[in-house]
């Protein structure tokens, strides 16, 4: 596609269970990042994605949380064991090689609510 | 992490030119600025990006202060459609800090018909 592609769109769950949230990059973008966004707050960082090395996980809130990435490309972030506090829009998005001057492209967000 | 501070809110009326502040004194030699902003209920999209020099793209100007703690996200004529939360990120360019997005508050920019 022609952006950054997020599913679900929406997400509702039971307090407790899991779920997984798929990002699709645009293609040939080498970095990915995953934010949340609770209502009326501003972007959380989570993890970020660049080519082959080492994940940067700084950002996830708990050991609940974890992210993948496949193939260089589709990124999977999934939460365990769904709290309500868990409840945000989670954003993805991707850029070119990373030199600090490239542009980033957002999807629209995965709204999960965790009842 | 954020590493800048911007405003919560400003206002303009629409057809005026806005100016939103940024200031970064921590700034590294490296570090690129950016700004994004957040239209309601989307993600946030890029406007424009500097390292030294102003910078003009169709949606934007970019001031930036010779000694690069500073910097000034220009409208030159405001829409109703730029209405949105407004972010200035440094962007790293080497080492640790390669490519980190580190989105702070933000300003709320409401523009009045």
């Known amino acids: ?115 | 992490d954020a590493k800048t501070t911007q405003p919560n809110s400003m206002e303009s009326n629409e057809e005026e030119p806005v100016h939103l502040p940024c200031n970064h004194s921590t700034i590294s030699g490296t570090d690129y600025i950016h700004w994004y902003r957040q239209l309601p209920s989307q993600g946030p999209e890029y406007v424009i990006h500097g390292l030294t020099s102003n910078v003009n793209n169709r949606m934007a100007s970019l001031a930036i202060a010779e000694d690069r703690k500073s910097s000034t996200l220009i409208l030159h004529r405001a829409t109703l459609r730029d209405a949105a939360v407004y972010y200035c990120i440094l962007r790293g360019h080497r080492g640790s800090t390669l490519g980190r997005l580190y989105f702070g508050r933000g300003t709320q920019l409401t523009v009045w018909p």
Do not use: M
């Open chain 1, 1 to 115: 596609g022609a952006g950054v592609s997020q599913s679900p769109s929406n997400k509702v769950t039971e307090k407790g269970k899991d779920v997984e949230l798929r990002c699709d990059p645009i293609s040939g973008h080498t970095a990915l990042y995953w934010y949340r966004q609770s209502l009326g707050q501003g972007l959380e960082f989570l993890i970020y994605f660049q080519g082959n090395s080492a994940p940067d996980k700084s950002g996830l809130p708990s050991d609940r949380f974890s992210a993948e990435r496949t193939g260089g490309s589709v990124s999977t972030l999934t939460i365990q064991r769904t709290q309500q506090e868990d409840s945000a829009v989670y954003l993805c998005a991707s850029s070119t090689p990373d030199r600090g001057n490239t542009e980033a492209f957002f999807g629209q967000g995965t709204r999960l609510t965790v009842v």
